[in-house]
């Protein structure tokens, strides 16, 4: 066997990832770049079961992560948020890292509202966590995942990643004036770029209203401030998506791909289903090419693509006129 193909092999079985050079030498045959979307996982299962059906959703889980693992074209698979199982613990927050450590390729992560905002009581029972430990949460996240909020760039694209950083309040997702006036100068000094926005909590106004027996995401469950958002985002046309876990939205819901989805009309909030409800795992994946943004949903139960949810959004920017 050639050098090269017992090397192969041998990476292969260590679970090695490829060199960087390697990796760049693929990229360069495509005309796009791949982002998957991974939310809402809570491993190993955010309901409280035991036994097989405990044993069960991890297999699912972790069949799930191994596609995602075994697709040679990936660039980045961004995490966005509930990655923990419940409560935000030093034990859970073990547990997912070894999960996520299982996916070879590169990674984004923010947090959810799972990750910092609940703990348990004495009894050890779930519940909302007081300053202490919203804080402790925050630095524990910091050690296992890196920043609360941070930006990269990917072909021609920047990403901007949110995470909740406020310790007071009782929205699920809100970001302090320090994060967004980060997020303003950020847009601001890239206002050539398409620009794509992560964010645990979706944007407000960008569900359907409440239905008999459905309930829509309320204030608490929308990015806040919700108003300093929008004016913000109302200046910045760079933006072209805003892709959002937290609401558990799965294929087939109304929210899932609707006109609504549009903030003002023109940001794309993608919404994505979680890994816990069932045995079904859906991942949206966005292929970056130079002039579009081509956003599929995979059936990882079913080993298919769905092309009844395929979206193209424009990448390309107007040009200013001159002052």
Not at 2 to 7: E, I, L, M, Q, Y
Request: aromatic fraction near 10%; proline fraction near 5%.
């Amino acid at each position: 066997m050639a050098r090269s193909g017992w090397f192969k092999k041998l990476q292969s079985v260590l679970g090695i990832a490829p060199s960087f050079s390697a990796v760049r030498s693929k990229r360069a045959g495509r005309a796009y770049r791949r982002i998957v979307v991974l939310s809402d996982i809570h491993y190993p299962s955010k309901t409280c079961i035991s036994g097989a059906p405990y044993m069960n959703k991890m297999a699912t889980k972790e069949n799930a992560l191994h596609d995602i693992s075994h697709w040679r074209d990936v660039d980045l698979s961004v995490f966005t948020g509930d990655m923990v199982q419940r409560d935000g613990s030093q034990a859970e927050y073990a547990t997912v890292k070894a999960f996520v450590r299982g996916l070879r390729c590169r990674k984004a992560f923010i947090a959810g509202n799972h990750e910092l905002l609940y703990s348990k009581d004495g009894a050890g029972h779930f519940t909302t966590a007081g300053l202490f430990d919203r804080i402790l949460h925050m630095k524990r996240y910091t050690r296992t995942f890196g920043p609360l909020y941070y930006m990269r760039r990917l072909y021609g694209y920047v990403l901007i990643f949110l995470s909740p950083d406020v310790t007071t309040g009782q929205a699920a997702v809100e970001l302090s004036q320090q994060q967004l006036h980060w997020l303003q100068q950020v847009l601001t000094e890239n206002r050539d770029a398409p620009t794509i926005i992560f964010c645990h909590a979706p944007l407000a106004g960008t569900a359907l209203p409440d239905a008999a027996g459905v309930s829509r995401p309320g204030e608490r469950d929308v990015a806040q401030p919700a108003q300093a958002l929008a004016d913000i985002l109302r200046h910045q046309p760079q933006v072209r998506l805003w892709v959002s876990g937290h609401t558990h939205t799965r294929p087939g819901d109304p929210d899932f791909m609707n006109p609504v989805n549009y903030f003002d009309g023109r940001i794309l909030n993608v919404y994505n289903g979680d890994w816990d409800d069932n045995e079904a795992i859906y991942t949206n994946s966005l292929y970056l090419f130079a002039d579009r943004i081509v956003i599929r949903t995979y059936s990882h139960k079913d080993h298919c693509w769905l092309p009844q949810f395929d979206r193209v959004v424009t990448a390309v920017l107007r040009k200013r006129l001159a002052a």
